[in-house]
């Protein structure tokens, strides 16, 4: 148990390294009809396995070297490998996809941790997993976490790493749980092929889009593949779960906000995703419909009522936009029964992805019957300062159930 309090409390210090950007990514043009449908058994294949390196605990010490006594901290050395496999893109068709798999040195069987990490924008594709360098996601502290006996399952999610050249579906709950999905059926294909040794115990992580992401999957686990994967533990942070009354959030608001720019960014996702189609002059204001069809990273003012059109904040409003709100509605994850332990993560200030998207999560799983769900307010944090605080409480919920630790 002191290797376990020395972690959290380096987890605690270094958990920056998992929070979201603001910023969102330039779509492009692909036709798309429609969400596809949970992927198939043929997704998930693994393509190809390529070793990064191994890692010592020296090594890793060395990254979070401003960190005192970070060298207690670490336990096993790591192999890094850059995965690739088959998942299900937007429009149904089967892509080639990738992650990163960071595997602990030792004969014992370890538990796999589903890392998801939070938004990475187009420019900065290099912080995806798989690149396992500086910049990636997992350098750091999901490195540490891995040394200290979990088997660490990274996906880079569509639209980075292999499958760059498509646009990432933002926000997006089936592909990017699916995509999450089918890196755990490539993982555990690894390490049958490899004789790494699992212990079956299967538990999710993840913060922001990260935190969307992973209860998307814990979702799809639980009705989809529960033979396959049984979920063991799930803590997920600050996810937009509640996007349909995210939006009336939005749309309703006369307070300055200052995600907009990242809201453009899952309109022009679900546009594209659902086939609406619509020319962005329907959703935005002049001259910001010209600017972000030019550059979708432009800058984009704070009032929603200066960025959005007045017809298309009147039809969300109003419930007359039958298919925006349906696609909101299939990305709404909040209200469902989860059986495997659930902790909801989320400052209570998180001006960025408001606290009641957990709020609502927690209330309609507990109107469901769900026994073992709590929701784990971090009091006066924001959607970047509650970071540290939820990598700390989460990593503490999820060591509970797991015994190779002990």
């Not at 490899?194 to 009705?223: D, I, M, P, R």
Request: hydrophobic share 40%; aromatic share 12%.
């Amino acid at each position: 148990m002191r290797h376990l309090t020395w972690l959290l409390w380096l987890t605690l210090l270094v958990a920056p390294a998992l929070s979201c950007t603001k910023d969102a990514a330039q779509p492009t043009e692909e036709p798309t009809v429609t969400t596809p449908t949970p992927a198939a058994p043929q997704t998930g294949q693994l393509l190809s396995s390529t070793l990064i390196g191994e890692y010592t605990p020296a090594d890793l010490a060395g990254r979070v070297s401003d960190v005192p006594l970070v060298g207690t901290l670490t336990k096993y050395s790591i192999k890094a490998y850059r995965l690739t496999y088959t998942t299900l893109n937007t429009d149904g068709k089967t892509i080639t996809a990738s992650g990163a798999l960071l595997v602990p040195v030792t004969p014992q069987p370890l538990a796999v941790l589903s890392y998801q990490h939070g938004t990475i924008r187009p420019a900065d594709e290099d912080r995806a997993p798989s690149h396992y360098n500086s910049n990636s996601e997992v350098w750091s502290a999901v490195s540490v976490l891995a040394s200290t006996g979990y088997i660490v399952s990274a996906p880079d999610y569509i639209g980075y790493g292999a499958s760059k050249a498509y646009p990432h579906p933002y926000e997006h709950a089936a592909s990017l749980a699916s995509a999450s999905a089918d890196m755990l059926r490539a993982a555990y294909a690894f390490c049958g092929k490899e004789n790494v040794q699992v212990s079956k115990k299967n538990f999710l992580l993840g913060y922001s889009e990260g935190g969307f992401a992973t209860l998307a999957l814990h979702k799809l686990l639980e009705e989809k593949y529960a033979n396959e994967f049984a979920v063991t533990a799930c803590a997920p942070g600050a996810g937009a779960y509640h996007k349909s009354a995210f939006a009336d959030y939005i749309l309703g608001s006369d307070k300055p906000l200052s995600f907009l720019s990242t809201y453009v960014w899952v309109l022009d996702t679900y546009n594209r995703v659902y086939g609406i189609n619509r020319p962005l002059s329907y959703y935005f204001k002049a001259p910001y419909a010209e600017q972000l069809k030019a550059n979708v990273f432009g800058d984009v003012p704070d009032y929603p009522s200066q960025l959005f059109t007045d017809a298309f904040r009147t039809s969300i409003l109003q419930k007359t936009d039958a298919q925006m709100l349906a696609a909101f509605r299939d990305n709404d994850i909040y209200d469902w029964k989860p059986t495997a332990p659930l902790a909801l993560f989320h400052g209570t200030a998180d001006d960025y992805v408001p606290y009641f998207n957990s709020q609502d999560a927690y209330n309609a799983m507990q109107a469901r019957g769900a026994k073992q769900v709590q929701l784990r307010p971090i009091q006066g944090g924001n959607h970047f300062t509650s970071v540290a605080t939820y990598t700390l409480a989460a990593y503490a919920f999820i060591s509970q159930y797991n015994t190779e630790l002990k």
